[in-house]
């Protein structure tokens, strides 16, 4: 009877992982590894919803988490899912902050290599923009949406557009930060990557357990 029981307690666990491992709703947050400063810090979540035929929605939002004394401003962002999963357009349509527009389709997220579907920035440019008082101010947050089409666009999670789902991409989502005050750099650009679900570590730790009280 415990084997059993400690059975299906694990299948139970390794279940509620995958479950939570698709769960639309992503938890994101900076790769400071690989920005080009170190400055600026943010979480945030994607959420994909697919609507039928080849049109699917994304929400962003972003929260600016850089320390006070860094300052800055989350001025731009733009992302981009898998190539082999085929062409897909992007369309803005909801920004909370009215000076973050569409960035063009294609756009280049210098200095990162390779173009991006879709974003949002300031006047519509990763770079420059004007005053970047406009943008997220720290403690801040912002949301968008956006409209994905593209014959594959059933085939899209949130994990799509951060991580690459099969194909890696450690630059699939990137972050623009200005306004910054270091003397070194006053700005920033910031790849994300994907935070582990809420609840998936202690549920990690219990698959651990079980297996170990198994053995």
Sequence with gaps: MRLRT???????????????????????????????????????TLNYTYLGGSNGQLDVTLTNTTPVATGGFITAFMFRPPSDMGTFTSALTFSSHPAMIDIPAGASGSPFGGTWIGGAGLTGQWLGGGNPS?????????????????????????????????????????????????????????????MPAPGAAALLGLAGLLVRRRS
Aim: with cysteine; charged share 10%; glycine share 12%.
């Design 6 to 44: 400690t059975c299906h307690a694990a299948t139970l666990a390794a279940l509620t992982l995958s479950s939570l491992a698709g769960a639309a709703v992503l938890p994101i947050s900076s790769n400071s590894s690989l920005s080009t400063e170190g400055l600026g810090v943010f979480t945030g």
């Design 134 to 194: 406009s943008g997220v101010a720290v403690g801040m947050t912002g949301s968008w949406t956006f409209s994905i089409v593209g014959a594959n666009a059933g085939s899209l999670t949130s994990d799509s557009f951060v991580s690459g789902d099969d194909q890696p991409d450690a630059y699939a989502f990137i972050v623009r930060f200005r306004g910054m005050t270091n003397p070194l750099a006053d700005s920033d650009k910031v790849p994300a990557y994907e």
